[in-house]
């Protein structure tokens, strides 16, 4: 099984930028798609973006033009970055993986991740 550890979160200042790593075990066997999803106090927890070993990305449609998810493979790192924070990107982000064997990543993009990180919170403040 995949252990997730996600950080770099932290207080951050509306305009500004955040960078979250991922550290996926295994990830470089290549078995699992790695997303990235947030949960706001009191909200619902929703897709941010999704990466393929392979390169292959998927993001939320509100937040494509804001986020960037990469990889960096023989560390076994995914990487979000995001721009332009808002107060409403306040959340805990959250790491989570899904074995290729559940599907294609661009189908149903955003569900049947088994696999959770701990997540890291990240606060915007205006």
């Known amino acids: 099984l995949p252990r997730l550890v996600e950080s770099g979160g932290g207080c951050m200042q509306a305009g500004g930028s955040l960078k979250l790593a991922c550290q996926a075990s295994?990830?470089?066997?290549?078995?699992?798609?790695l997303g990235w999803f947030r949960q706001a106090p009191g909200g619902a927890r929703e897709g941010v973006a999704a990466i393929a070993i392979d390169g292959v990305t998927t993001y939320a449609d509100s937040l494509k033009h804001r986020a960037t998810i990469t990889q960096d493979i023989p560390e076994n790192t995914v990487y979000l970055q995001m721009t332009d924070l808002q107060p409403e990107d306040t959340a805990t982000y959250f790491c989570?993986?899904?074995?290729?064997?559940?599907?294609?990543?661009?189908?149903?993009?955003?569900?049947?991740?088994?696999?959770w990180g701990q997540g890291t919170k990240v606060t915007v403040s205006s």
């Open positions: 295994r990830y470089v066997d290549g078995h699992y798609y």
């Open positions: 989570a993986a899904r074995p290729k064997t559940y599907g294609a990543l661009w189908v149903r993009t955003f569900d049947d991740f088994p696999y």
